[in-house]
């Protein structure tokens, strides 16, 4: 079952499903009552990094000080799906990975 989608930068659709969604808010129960925000992070990033294993991790600021990161990974040029989500104050440290979007000038 599918909770929602968004068009990622690179133009990818990527997929929320149940069972990711579940998986979340299992783990993270901050983000219960987020979903729209989620998707929107991956839509309208305030920076895309890359991953250790070929996923992407989408990252926005959510209040003063702390950013939701959705991880996500696009399995072609056109699908993805999310893998998960959490909040964090430590965007610096994740940023040291490579920042893919936006691009540098």
């Known amino acids: 079952m599918l909770i929602g989608k968004a068009l990622a930068v690179s ?34 990033p305030f920076k895309v990094v890359q991953g250790h294993s070929h996923e992407f991790l989408a990252i926005k600021p959510l209040k003063p000080k702390y950013y939701l990161v959705v991880v996500y990974k696009e399995t072609s040029v056109s699908e993805g799906f999310i893998i998960t989500a959490f909040i964090t104050s430590h965007v610096q440290s994740i940023s040291k990975r490579g920042v893919v979007w936006p691009p540098k000038s």
């Open 11 to 44: 133009g990818a659709v990527i997929h929320l499903s149940q069972e990711r969604w579940f998986h979340i808010v299992e783990n993270h129960v901050e983000l219960a009552g987020l979903s729209h925000d989620i998707l929107v992070t991956i839509e309208s």
